[in-house]
């Protein structure tokens, strides 16, 4: 059964960076099958996609976040890590991670929707 | 950014009712949508995806239609545990995003 679990300080001062790590089990981080996602939840609000990782390429960011923002992958650990830099209140929120998975339609890859997710973690942005 | 809307906000029904959700995106998505159920203090989890695709493991009252820019999560029969907040997020192109979610509540 392939879980998801995130970790992290749940407090971070304003202007610092914002360090989570995503430790995946019960499937290998290096597989060439899926992605490896953050998304974040302010409180009471909507849904966030931060960006993704790909083992055998690039990571791709929200361009509303590009600036700011790294993910990062550990095969020897099987963990994949987010990096948020300059940090405001308005980075508040709970953050997942989560999979996407690869799926081949009409003869090419492509990826599909997020399959499975981690519990989250509160991160709050304050001095 | 494909900027997707969901209808309605809130929406309140019965155990027993046959409930539709829409979703609409800014631009053509194909059928690169997927749906998803919330309940306060979990993650989301998939429901459908490929707009019609239902994910394993999923009750068969759940379904969905729609191509190109309209989309409809539909529960057949809405049961106790269904009330719960439901999102559609289109994966045609980056960056991916989500409605702004439905709340189904208890009438």
């Known amino acids: 059964q392939v879980q998801l679990q995130e970790s992290g300080p749940g407090l971070v001062k304003p202007s610092q960076t914002l360090s989570l790590t995503c430790t995946v089990s019960?499937?290998?981080?290096?597989?060439?099958?899926?992605?490896w996602n953050w998304i974040r939840q302010p409180a009471g609000k909507g849904l966030e996609w931060i960006g993704h990782i790909y083992v055998r390429g690039s990571s791709i960011y929200n361009p509303s976040l590009k600036s700011r923002v790294t993910i990062s992958v550990d095969t020897s650990k099987n963990i994949f890590s987010l990096a948020l830099s300059s940090v405001t209140a308005a980075d508040t929120a709970v953050y997942y991670c989560?999979?996407?998975?690869?799926?081949?339609?009409?003869?090419?890859?492509?990826?599909?929707?997020?399959?499975?997710w981690g519990q989250g973690t509160m991160v709050t942005v304050s001095s | 950014d494909i900027q997707m809307t969901q209808s309605p906000s809130t929406l309140s029904a019965s155990v027993g009712d046959r409930v539709t959700i829409t979703c609409r995106a800014s631009?053509?998505?194909?059928?690169?949508l997927a749906w998803y159920q919330q309940k306060p203090g979990k993650a989301p989890k998939l429901l459908i995806y490929?707009?019609?695709s239902l994910e394993s493991g999923v009750p068969s009252r759940f379904s969905g239609s729609g191509s190109g820019t309209e989309f409809t999560l539909t529960i057949s029969s809405l049961q106790p545990d269904d009330f719960a907040t439901y999102y559609c997020q289109q994966y045609n192109s980056y960056s991916w995003t989500f409605g702004q979610g439905t709340k189904v509540e208890i009438k």
């Open positions: 019960g499937a290998s981080i290096s597989s060439g099958s899926y992605y």
């Open positions: 631009q053509s998505i194909s059928t690169w």
């Open positions: 490929k707009a019609s």
């Open positions: 989560a999979r996407v998975r690869l799926n081949v339609y009409y003869g090419s890859a492509k990826t599909d929707a997020f399959d499975i």
